[in-house]
């Protein structure tokens, strides 16, 4: 069993498990569902760098990465460093993440929210209304296509944008569906964690206009950047450069100074 296969065996017992303590009638009557929803595709559409900023304490493949940092000024910082949005990482036992992370960081800035999950089940797309998200994220290797049609199209009724990740030509093949806005091509190797810029390259032409294309992983320098736009990407998807420094919204700063100079 690999690790994501581990992560979603855990992630379908959390769930189960949350829908016997917290019905759906709670959810719905939280503050945060009735707001209007910040578009994340027309922020990336509109920027001139593309950056979704990730908060993110530490991860399968990293360990920990920062987890002295308090999710409010991560926010904060990002967004003065001028982000196009902000990604939240929500899983607790692979991650260290968790819901309360994306209501502090939803209390804190204006950013569009992507709450960064494994959704398995429509549930986590309510949760994340409920909490104040923006975006969910779904992803191609966890979910038969029947599922990612059935989730996209519940987000777009809540009013939530999708960011659908894929890893290769044959996870793409089967996601393009009119209920999602976003194709976030992952370049690592869920298998060896390997990570390579060549993932987004080779699948940028096979990505048709309609969906904004966002690469995620391995973007640790303005180079990468610089070196992806050509092939269409207008998001990028940046977690570990950032958080590995003790200021994250300095180093995002520093970043999109170095980017937007000529």
Avoid: C, W
Avoid at 5 to 21: C, G, M, Q, S
């Amino acid at each position: 069993m690999n690790i994501l296969e581990k992560i979603v065996r855990d992630k379908r017992r959390e769930v189960a498990l949350k829908k016997e303590l917290i019905p759906i009638s709670q959810l719905e009557h939280s503050i945060l569902f009735q707001r209007k929803s910040h578009s994340l595709a027309t922020a990336l559409r509109n920027s001139k760098t593309g950056i979704i900023a990730e908060h993110k304490r530490r991860s399968p493949s990293k360990a920990v990465i920062n987890q002295a940092l308090s999710v409010h000024d991560v926010a904060r910082g990002y967004e003065n460093a001028g982000v196009s949005g902000m990604s939240v990482l929500t899983d607790g036992k692979y991650f260290g993440g968790s819901l309360d992370d994306l209501t502090l960081a939803r209390a804190a800035v204006q950013l569009p929210l992507l709450r960064k999950e494994f959704i398995i089940d429509p549930y986590q797309v309510l949760e994340a209304k409920a909490y104040g998200a923006d975006v969910v994220l779904l992803i191609t290797a966890i979910l038969e296509t029947a599922e990612i049609k059935e989730l996209s199209e519940f987000a777009q009724s809540l009013g939530l944008e999708v960011l659908l990740e894929v890893h290769n030509l044959e996870e793409l093949r089967r996601s393009l569906l009119p209920s999602v806005d976003m194709l976030g091509v992952n370049n690592r190797n869920l298998k060896t964690f390997e990570v390579s810029l060549e993932t987004s390259k080779s699948l940028s032409a096979s990505i048709p206009e309609d969906f904004v294309k966002v690469s995620e992983s391995g973007i640790g320098n303005v180079e990468a950047i610089k070196e992806l736009r050509p092939f269409g990407y207008q998001g990028f998807l940046i977690g570990e450069n950032f958080m590995k420094a003790s200021n994250p919204g300095e180093g995002a700063e520093h970043f999109i100074t170095q980017l937007n100079t000529p």
